[in-house]
């Protein structure tokens, strides 16, 4: 059951870049990638953390800026050798517009709890 | 399109690597049939010897497994030998009479053991030393008889002594010369090496000749050597004999099919045999007049082949310089290159033998040509890597016999040696690696090389200052296998096969203005690079065409998109320039406001004598930025960060030089200068040297008459005194020298270098002949500096002014 929202004009989003949506208690990056193709992705990286809209973006994957793990964006998943992954969103473009099947802030925070363990720092 | 057909015969390691290779780069060209005469799939051949001494399983040396092939499509014949090769019909036929056709023929058939041409060898229990088949049967021999004796004194007769003694046999090593390993050790290391060996429990017997296996109910019994003369030969009992004298390049099945063999296949340098539809790479080959007995060669072959297989056609193989590691446990010996030296090569010969050391490195013309070391190994890759360089080493001769450690390449906790550390020893202080996952990660998953074992174990992947000890736990561990990449060779990263010098000639040359384009012109090999190249071409851009090349702020590192440095938590740090670490109560005032309105929690004073405010929100920060009314401190570019000074002539009563002006000059006019990576000076006002000028990228020390430059200093990850490079008398030479040096680093070195691992690069005396010597270049260097720093705006301000809010606004659902 998806929950299209309309979040931004494509052109919003720097090509091989991110921009952040936050939701509830979860931000959400949704990233530009190779040949406009947009994912969408929790902005915490299954490392420490990190912030993922903030990496460098290349072929469809982003590197942390961090510690410089390299996580696929279509799936979520951190390339070998490291292992994790993280929460990946429906997520479209029609129009020029970009949609994005957000959790409802109820359930996301479940889901975020769920994935996540709380923040200790605030950010 | 139809597939082309392609066949490899011999499924060892040369062969696999180079289907490896060419899989990589054109994954679809070809319908692929290996054909293996070993019923195993490829396996990592020297790690037998670990196998055969108990230290590892056939299981761990697995290389490819049999999904491997099936993954990717590739036809798998096991336990089937090639026996005919039909050129014209081009077609190959097995043993059994199975006949495939190709349009493309790899020949990797590997060596095959010699046997020596006396009486006996056909007896049971006389063994070579080649695969696992051997392997097994010596395992089994050792659990059922008592005496083995070897016959040969090389790297493969010792590995295979050892391992039978450690499953409990009685083993005599015969050897026809005068010392063990001869082709790879001079007398004196090799004497220390037969000792350490004797005191583990082998036997040796040296200058000994034989001329017969005997043989009792079909079962080996004994060898007897030839006597000396007038004398009867003896013997020594033998329940086991290993020949271990020597390998062939296997050329049967090549000869057999009228290609030009001599001693092994013969090959041009793009790996083709005499019939361009066959090519052939491994030990079976002969590359100019030589046959590699050794891996590392045989991976650079696999390259250039699958180069040429996938049609791109513009690699060259051209030879290698091989390195031995000898691999029994608890003994350390490597040896590289020409050890004999003689004619007009000096030796430099450091010998311990109560300590049981023995180092010596053979110099020709300021190079290092060979060297042999036992004991201490530790800079074995060292002198490995300065003898492929070529380097020139007159400037380190002094040091070279104190090893690289003595140049400040220790790792953490002063370890220098990996070969004394524990398993559990962290090796690897930035992601808390230890010794044990490395050296198991490279026997588990056949890792070869430093960017292996940092893809796989994460080890050397940050800051790098333990890379020396990992390059040592890889040379122990795979033995000769180990080859560190030639620095003049080093690819920007897997994006490319070219070299950092290459890109940049290419931009400077072909005027290339955007990243895409160069890429485009380059024939990247990615969509659209990676995380390491990107950066890299964004500067060399840059640095290359100012005010004309296009700036991609996605190829930016965060920091310097967002002008401020990325904390663990998210948030960004604030530190605003304070030239030569001087400021005044309005700016503190202004500080003092800006952490009360925008509740940062943090605020530090750094080792850079200025100010940084910590936890800022990234939304907050083009106001922060407004609110401070300072310029941008750079503190997250790589570009010049601060000018430290002393209070100098002003204040202090030792004072020469107003060093603090000088500081603010020099910050002034190089401020919002980029460069491969960031840059940090000082002034002092005299020699006692307050500011600590003698560890900065350029520092500056006051004398009575005038002003003393030193280059290249690091007070980093790892320290490095900086070196005197001129004195002169005014300030305004000062500036022009500081100038010329920084810019001929932002033109030459490779992104990433400090100025230290540049001039290490380019040598001192170069630097100085391009700055110092040459006044013409250096006030066209200086000039350039100046004219890509001029109309370069505060980023700070410019945001201020109209920041993208793209860069710094969040979005809502
Ligand atoms: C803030 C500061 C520590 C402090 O609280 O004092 C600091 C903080 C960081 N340093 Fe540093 N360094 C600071 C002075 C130094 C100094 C001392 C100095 O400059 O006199 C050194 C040794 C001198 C040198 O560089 O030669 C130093 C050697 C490093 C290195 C190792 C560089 C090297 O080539 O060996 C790194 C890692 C790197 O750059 O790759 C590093 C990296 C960092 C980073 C950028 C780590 C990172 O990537 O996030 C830290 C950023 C924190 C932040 O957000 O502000 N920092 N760092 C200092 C800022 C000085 C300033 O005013 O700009
Ligand atoms: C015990 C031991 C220890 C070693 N230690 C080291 C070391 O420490 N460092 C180092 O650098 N090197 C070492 N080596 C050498 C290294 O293993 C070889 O250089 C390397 O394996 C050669 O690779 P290759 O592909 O050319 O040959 P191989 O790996 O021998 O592969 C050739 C394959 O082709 C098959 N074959 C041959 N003819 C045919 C045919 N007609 N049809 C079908 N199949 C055929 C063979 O059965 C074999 O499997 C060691 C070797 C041994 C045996
Ligand atoms: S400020 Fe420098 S030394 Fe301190 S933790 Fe960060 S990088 Fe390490
Ligand atoms: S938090 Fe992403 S790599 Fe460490």
């Known amino acids: ?123 | 399109m139809k597939k082309l057909k392609l066949v490899m015969v011999g499924n060892g390691m040369a062969g696999v690597r180079t289907l490896e290779e060419l899989l990589k780069i054109a994954p679809d060209l070809y319908d692929i049939t290996v054909f293996g005469a070993e019923p195993h799939p490829n396996y990592n051949r020297i790690l037998l010897s670990p196998v055969l001494a108990g230290e590892q399983t056939i299981k761990d040396i697995m290389l490819n497994d049999v999904d491997w092939y099936a993954q990717n499509n590739i036809t798998l014949h096991l336990g089937k030998e090639i026996t005919r090769i039909d050129r014209p019909r081009r077609t190959v036929t097995t043993a059994d009479g199975l006949q495939v056709e190709y349009d493309r023929l790899l020949l990797a058939t590997g060596s095959t053991p010699f046997m020596l041409p006396i009486p006996g060898v056909n007896l049971a229990g006389v063994l070579t030393y080649r695969d696992i088949g051997d392997t097994h049967a010596m395992i089994e021999a050792a659990a059922k008889y008592r005496h083995a004796v070897v016959i040969g004194g090389g790297l493969l007769g010792l590995e295979a002594a050892n391992g039978l003694m450690l499953r409990g046999m009685d083993v005599t090593v015969v050897h026809l010369m005068e010392w063990l390993m001869e082709r790879q050790l001079d007398r004196a290391a090799a004497k220390l090496l037969q000792q350490s060996l004797e005191a583990k429990g082998l036997k040796f017997l040296l200058q000994k000749q034989t001329a017969e296996i005997l043989g009792e109910n079909g079962r080996v019994s004994g060898v007897r050597f030839k006597p000396a003369p007038g004398k009867e030969g003896e013997t020594l009992p033998a329940d086991l004999v290993v020949m271990a004298v020597g390998i062939r390049p296997n050329v049967k099945l090549a000869e057999s099919a009228g290609l030009h063999c001599n001693r092994g296949i013969v090959v041009n340098d793009t790996m083709q045999t005499f019939d361009p539809r066959i090519y052939a790479v491994g030990e079976c080959v002969s590359h100019r007049g030589i046959a590699y007995g050794l891996v590392a060669p045989l991976f650079e072959m696999a390259k250039v082949c699958a180069n040429h297989l996938a049609h791109l056609g513009i690699a060259r193989y051209a030879g290698s310089v091989t390195s031995t590691k000898l691999k029994v446990t608890g003994v350390d010996l490597f040896s590289a290159g020409d050890f004999g030296g003689g004619g007009d090569s000096e030796e430099i010969v450091m010998s311990d033998p109560v300590a049981g050391v023995y180092k010596k490195i053979v110099i020709r013309d300021n190079k290092i040509i060979g060297s042999v070391l036992y004991g201490d190994t530790v800079d074995g890759s060292w002198y490995f890597q300065l003898l492929r360089d070529a380097k020139n080493i007159s400037e380190i001769r002094d040091h070279l016999m104190s090893g690289q450690s003595h140049l400040g390449n220790l790792g953490h906790q002063g370890q220098n040696s990996a070969s004394g550390m524990p398993d559990e020893m962290e090796v690897c202080g930035c992601n808390g690696v230890c010794k044990g996952t490395i050296a198991k990660a490279i026997k588990e998953k056949g890792l070869f090389t430093l960017e292996d074992v940092r893809k796989h174990t994460k080890a050397s992947s940050s800051c790098g200052s333990c890379t020396g000890l990992v390059e040592q736990i890889l040379a122990s561990t795979i033995g000769g296998a180990y080859a560190p990449v030639a620095a003049k060779t080093k690819t920007v990263c897997g994006c490319t096969d070219l070299t950092h010098e290459d890109v940049r000639l290419a931009i400077r040359e072909e005027k290339l203005l955007s990243i895409p384009r160069t890429m485009e012109f380059l024939n990247w090999k990615t969509p659209n690079g990676c995380a390491s190249c990107r950066p890299a071409l964004n500067y060399y851009l840059l640095s290359t065409w100012p005010h004309q090349a296009l700036d991609d702020p996605q190829s930016r590192f965060i920091n310097e998109r967002a002008h401020a440095n990325i904390q663990k938590n998210g948030t960004f740090s604030v530190v605003p320039r304070m030239f030569g670490g001087t400021t005044n109560a309005a700016e503190l005032r202004r500080i003092a406001d800006v952490v009360d309105k925008y509740k940062i929690p943090t605020v530090k004073v750094t080792g850079g004598q200025r100010i940084d405010l910590l936890g800022v929100k990234k939304e907050d920060l083009p106001r922060v930025w407004e609110d401070l009314a300072m310029p941008s401190g750079h503190a997250y570019a790589k570009a010049l960060r601060t000018v430290k000074t002393c209070v100098g002539s002003e204040w202090c009563r030792f004072g020469v030089q107003d060093s603090t002006q000088m500081g603010i000059d020099l910050e002034r006019t190089f401020w919002k200068m980029y460069a491969p990576h960031k840059v940090k000076m000082a002034v002092s006002g005299c020699p006692r040297n307050c500011a600590e000028s003698g560890i900065k990228d350029v520092g500056v020390i006051g004398v009575e008459s005038g002003w003393e430059i030193y280059v290249a200093g690091n007070g980093g990850i790892k320290t490095e005194v900086a070196q005197f490079f001129v004195k002169v008398k005014t300030a305004e030479e000062v500036l022009e020298y500081a100038g010329a040096f920084l810019q001929l680093y932002r033109e030459e070195a490779r992104y990433l270098d400090r100025t230290v691992h540049y001039v290490a690069r380019a040598g001192l005396d170069y630097v100085k002949q391009k700055v110092v010597d040459d006044a013409s270049n250096r006030k066209a260097l200086y000039g350039r500096l100046l004219y890509a720093l001029s109309g370069e705006k505060d980023p700070w301000l410019e945001r201020v002014e109209s920041a993208d809010k793209r860069e710094f606004e969040m979005l809502n659902a």
């Open chain 1, 1 to 123: 059951m998806n929950n299209w929202k309309n979040i931004c004009p494509l052109d919003a989003i720097p090509p091989l870049g991110a921009r952040v949506v936050r939701n509830g208690d979860i931000d959400i990056a949704i990233f530009r990638g190779r040949d406009d193709h947009v994912f969408a992705v929790a902005d915490r990286c299954p490392h420490k953390g990190g912030r993922l809209s903030q990496g460098i973006v290349f072929d469809n994957k982003v590197a942390c800026p961090l510690h410089n793990w390299t996580i696929c964006l279509d799936d979520g998943k951190a390339v070998a050798p490291d292992v994790g992954c993280t929460q990946t969103f429906n997520v479209k473009v029609e129009h020029g517009q970009v949609f994005l099947a957000a959790p409802n802030r109820s359930s996301s925070s479940n889901a975020a709890a769920e994935f996540f363990p709380p923040l200790k720092e605030a950010i």
